[in-house]
């Protein structure tokens, strides 16, 4: 309003009278709320009034006062001022700057040189739509109007390339730099314009090895700074601070960020807490449990603050990033970058400072957090560069009155260049029209000028777009494009470039067994081999190798949702923890009884262990909870129908540890077998090894079509596998002759209950299962062994490497 001279009482009681009307043909009812809302209108002028004046008083003032201050003083600096003043390469103007210029014109205390192509000017195009105004002065009746050129009909080689991606941009330009340094002078006349100018970091890291000096005449947003993410978490974190706990993952965050590891002497202390925090599943953590996981660590305490309960308070809030601020210079050796971005952060905060303590309106973090971000969106890193050699990076505005023979323009995306029609006023559009105030329409104009006037001298241009759709430029080339592509049809060549994908090498990996994989092995097999570790060489012999000889282990995590084996776990602790009273005798339906009674008190007390500080009361682990808790009472329903039926059902072990030795032909050291039954027992006198699974298994899953694949086919067999290595230890160290004493070997899925229990091949182990079994045992083993059989990765669904 200032800038553009309008005379405050005219807009103001233009607004008033709007928002009336706007109430009435709405037909809403006068309420409390709408007389409020027009009574605020109504107030503007005076508040506008008060503060102006206030401000004069005061000395100081905004932007816009200053410039109706200016405009309207501005005989005073002419009746005082013996300086010539030259204005150079001006375009859009405000009305206080057209009232000033058309002062200091008249009074020949200025002279003004512009800067427009006589093609533009000539036909009527909206880059000249600023110069035709100002070219109606009245001083440019009796003066000559400097300067209207005649280069953009000149020749020009011209691309037009559109890349998906904004990373596919700034990559091709690294290849645009490339082509042209031969010719380039050492990019000393080579331009490189941003439109997205959030693309600095990612153009920065792409320039090839051949551009050796840069001038940046745009600024860093301190936003993009490492220690910005940091603060910005630590708000985070105490916003959502609940009941002095904070939840692990936000905890984590702060922990392994590099700043806060590189106050300490020793960052293994960190790492010791990271790993500790997953190992106890904690989800939540306070300051105490903090301190007690990494047993009070006297050099941990000195960030501990971090953690402290900062009771929602703004003050504490900001004098902890204060002292975090301190902490980093004391501890470190800063390059001069460092200690700039750290000083800004410095100001940053004590401007929050002064802030509070003169207006007192951070009342919580959460305010406190948004004043930060609002500061924080101002504030910029300068580069000093030296602008008279190298490579030039700047921003569209940055190129006013420059010119380059290379000019490389990314982004050139509707919605981007121009930006559109985007524009945060409470003046409407139909208002700013009346009264003449800028609307989106002279923003566009503005960037057409920038955007020709940069190409009128340039020799080499390149355009590039982002082909693909998406929330900024939606894929689509800039009507700027379009149009030139009229303007210069014969001299465009427009091309779609892609990044080129490496062909990735698939060749399956494979590692040779030398003498010390052997001895590795060798151990193992001194230990003994388990079905999971016999099945696990059978999906992937690499991922053998990695797990049991080089003992490659997963990142432990935090449990926050219940996995799938801890569930698992939780019902085979509560099924023996039933029935392990009860090993050596009869079960009854009184027993059982007992059992269904105490469902929910046992499976709780293994999910407070197995879940260790993990939360079962609500969202998906209650449902869990509640499936664990059926899963067992199905299971000992089933149980009470074979009861029922008058079959006699008696608990031999449970969680029963089996073991076995084989000398096996070709090799001259024994090998050990170990197991672990879930549950032996006897139905009418035929011995049943029995393995719960929680999964899905069906009869297909344990009947054997192929011996000689039962080692090799894991998808099909793995479960056959299992349960007939139990048979086989449970035989061998107990020297059953399964003709003369029935043996059963099979899975119980507490998913397919109601298929019962789920023996191999349907049918009681014979001898003839079990040599069959042990001749493809001792042939995987000696596989294993042979040196000139590679460990090879194996394609498979299941791989995790």
């Known amino acids: 309003i200032d800038r553009h001279l309008i005379e405050p009482n005219y807009i103001f009681s233009y607004l008033t009278d709007v928002k009336r009307i706007e109430k009435l043909l709405n037909g809403e009812q006068k309420t409390d709320l709408i007389s409020n809302q027009i009574q605020f209108y109504e107030k503007f002028e005076t508040y506008y009034k008060t503060l102006y004046l206030h401000l004069l008083e005061k000395k100081a003032g905004y932007q816009g006062l200053q410039y109706r ?74 003066h000559s109007f400097t300067w209207i050129t005649d280069n953009f009909s000149l020749k020009k080689n011209i691309k037009i390339i559109g890349t998906p991606k904004d990373v596919s941009q700034v990559k091709y330009v690294g290849e645009i730099l490339d082509q042209i340094k031969s010719s380039a002078n050492n990019f000393t006349d080579t331009a490189l314009v941003l439109a997205d100018e959030t693309l600095l970091n990612a153009s920065l890291n792409s320039l090839p090895d051949s551009v050796k000096n840069v001038n940046i005449t745009m600024g860093y947003d ?110 470190n050796n800063q390059n001069p970058l460092e200690k700039e971005y750290l000083y800004r952060f410095y100001t940053i905060f004590k401007q929050l400072t002064n802030l509070n303590n003169e207006f007192g309106y951070l009342i919580d973090i959460k305010t406190l957090h948004q004043f930060y971000q609002n500061i924080l969106k101002t504030e910029k890193l300068s580069f000093k560069g030296e602008p008279l050699s190298g490579l030039q990076i ?117 590692i040779s067994k030398n003498e010390a994989i052997i001895e590795k092995l060798k151990i193992l097999a001194e230990k003994g081999f388990s079905a999971s570790t016999l099945n696990n060489y059978i999906l992937n012999p690499l991922e053998f190798y990695k797990q049991k000889i080089i003992r490659i282990k997963e990142i432990e995590e935090v449990e926050e949702t219940i996995a799938a084996n801890t569930l698992g776990t939780i019902i085979h602790k509560t099924l023996e923890a039933f029935y392990k009273p009860y090993i050596g005798k009869y079960i009854t339906k009184e027993i059982l009884a007992t059992m269904k009674g105490a469902i929910s008190t046992e499976v709780k007390k293994w999910f407070e262990i197995e879940f260790n500080n993990g939360n079962i009361s609500t969202g998906k682990n209650l449902l ?76 297909k899953d344990l009947n054997i079509k192929d011996w000689s694949q039962l080692t090799k086919d894991y998808k099909k067999y793995n479960k056959s596998f299992q349960v007939l290595f139990y048979a086989l230890l449970y035989t061998k160290s107990h020297q059953i002759d399964v003709e003369k004493h029935p043996l059963e070997s099979g899975i119980i899925s507490f998913k397919k209950l109601k298929s019962g229990f789920l023996k191999v091949n349907k049918a009681p182990i014979t001898n003839d299962d079990l040599d069959n079994f042990t001749v493809e045992l001792k042939q995987l083993v000696l596989d294993i062994f042979d040196a000139n059989i590679p460990l090879l990765e194996k394609e498979s669904p299941f791989t995790q490497w």
């Open 69 to 142: 201050e200016a405009a309207k003083n501005i005989d005073s600096y002419i009746n005082n001022s013996q300086q010539k003043i030259i204005l150079v390469g001006f375009n859009a103007l405000n009305k206080a700057e057209e009232s000033i210029f058309q002062n200091l014109l008249d009074n020949n205390i200025a002279t003004a040189y512009w800067d427009i192509d006589a093609y533009f000017y000539n036909n009527d195009h909206s880059a000249s739509t600023f110069i035709k105004k100002h070219k109606k002065w009245n001083y440019f009746n009796d």
């Open 222 to 331: 301190l936003s993009n700074i490492p220690i910005s993410n940091l603060f910005e978490q630590l708000f985070k974190l105490h916003i959502h601070n609940k009941k002095d706990a904070f939840y692990y993952k936000e905890v984590l965050t702060i922990l392994n960020h590099f700043l806060v590891k590189s106050v300490l002497k020793d960052s293994a202390v960190i790492d010791n807490l990271v790993y500790r925090i997953a190992s106890n599943n904690y989800t939540y953590l306070t300051k105490a449990s903090i301190l007690k996981l990494i047993q009070y660590n006297k050099e941990f305490e000195a960030i501990s603050f971090l953690f402290d309960n900062w009771k929602g308070d703004a003050n504490i809030a900001i004098s902890n990033c204060l002292r975090f601020i301190d902490l980093i210079v004391n501890k």
């Open 624 to 699: 869990i909870y509640n499936v664990a808790q059926q899963f067992v009472s199905n299971f000992l329903n089933q149980e009470l129908d074979v009861i029922k039926k008058g079959h006699q059902l008696k608990i031999i072990a449970l969680e029963k540890s089996l073991e076995i030795t084989l000398t096996i032909e070709g090799l001259d050291f024994p090998v050990r077998f170990i197991g672990e039954a879930d549950r032996i027992d006897e139905l009418n006198g035929i011995t049943r090894i029995i393995d719960y699974k929680t999964g899905k298994v069906e009869q």
């Open 394 to 510: 700047m921003g569209v505005l940055e190129t006013r009155v420059l010119d380059f023979k290379n000019l490389i323009i990314t982004s050139v995306n509707e919605g981007i260049l121009p930006a559109g029609k985007s524009d945060n006023s409470f003046i409407p559009f139909d208002i700013k029209r009346e009264i003449g105030l800028p609307t989106y329409q002279e923003k566009d104009a503005i960037f057409s000028y920038h955007f020709f006037r940069l190409l009128q001298r340039a020799e080499n241009i390149y355009l590039l777009y982002n082909t693909e759709a998406d929330s900024y430029g939606s894929g689509e080339q800039s009507r700027f494009l379009t149009q030139l592509e009229i303007f210069k049809e014969q001299e465009i060549e427009k091309f779609v470039v892609s990044p080129t994908v490496q062909k990735t090498d698939n060749t399956l990996k494979e």
